[in-house]
């Protein structure tokens, strides 16, 4: 298995909802990533993970909640999100996460489009 | 400051023809270096790297990029194009400050015309 899966492909989701992100790779990578994109812009890194833990929080609001429950899964919990949030959400794994083979390419997955009405 | 250049937002090119995509880059320290492609309404999927060794770098769908230290540029090629090419492409150099992250430049597009 050689890819990243997300879940939901599309979510529409009023300000006051509370929603989650869901990422699966089962490549054995122990770094895993969200970013955001919007349209024809540079993916946005949001969250680094490594090995389980939160190494990386490039100051994103509170609103937006990762969580890494294990090695295999990523999740980003949404709340009370506002409508410039609405953009692709793209989870990406790489093989080792720093002081490693850092050089090692990010897969990403196919990413998750919100709208926040 | 460590940071990606694409100096052209769209590349356009007729089909059959040689085809490049542009990207210099400023970073301390060794440079490695990434090509990613992203189809309409998808995530970004790898092309080649650079990390050390040939400048002539070989990749994914007969894409290739040449690495060269002098003028700090990192261009994808390839010798001939197919309408299927037509992608926005982005280059990226990790950040040598903070390994896991990646910098990524502002993405070319490209038309690859029948």
């Known amino acids: 298995d050689t890819e990243v899966t997300q879940t939901p492909k599309h979510l529409v989701m009023g300000m006051t909802n509370k929603k989650s992100l869901k990422c699966e790779q089962h490549m054995g990578h122990r770094a895993m990533y969200w970013y955001k994109q919007k349209a024809k812009k540079p993916p946005e890194l949001m969250f680094v993970y490594s090995y389980e833990k939160l190494s990386i929080n490039e100051s994103v609001p509170s609103r937006f909640s990762p969580e890494c429950p294990n090695s295999s899964l990523l999740n980003l919990h949404l709340h009370a999100l506002q409508p410039e949030d609405s953009a692709l959400y793209l989870c990406?794994?790489?093989?080792?996460?720093?002081?490693?083979?850092?050089?090692?390419?990010?897969?990403f997955g196919p990413g998750t489009r919100l709208t926040v009405l | 400051a460590q940071s990606v250049a694409q100096p052209e937002d769209q590349v356009n090119v007729a089909e059959g023809n040689p085809l490049t995509v542009k990207c210099t880059y400023s970073?301390?320290?060794?440079?490695?270096l990434f090509w990613y492609v992203q189809y309409p309404n998808r995530g970004l999927q790898f092309l080649l790297k650079y990390i050390t060794g040939d400048n002539l770098v070989k990749g994914s769908y007969g894409f290739e990029a040449e690495f060269n230290k002098s003028q700090t540029s990192f261009h994808l090629k390839k010798p001939s194009a197919l309408v299927s090419d037509s992608a926005l492409y982005f280059c990226a150099v990790r950040d040598n400050k903070n390994t896991d992250k990646l910098i990524f430049g502002t993405g070319t597009r490209l038309q690859v015309f029948p």
């Open positions: 990406a794994s790489s093989q080792e996460p720093r002081g490693f083979s850092s050089y090692n390419e990010q897969f």
């Open positions: 970073v301390s320290g060794n440079p490695y």
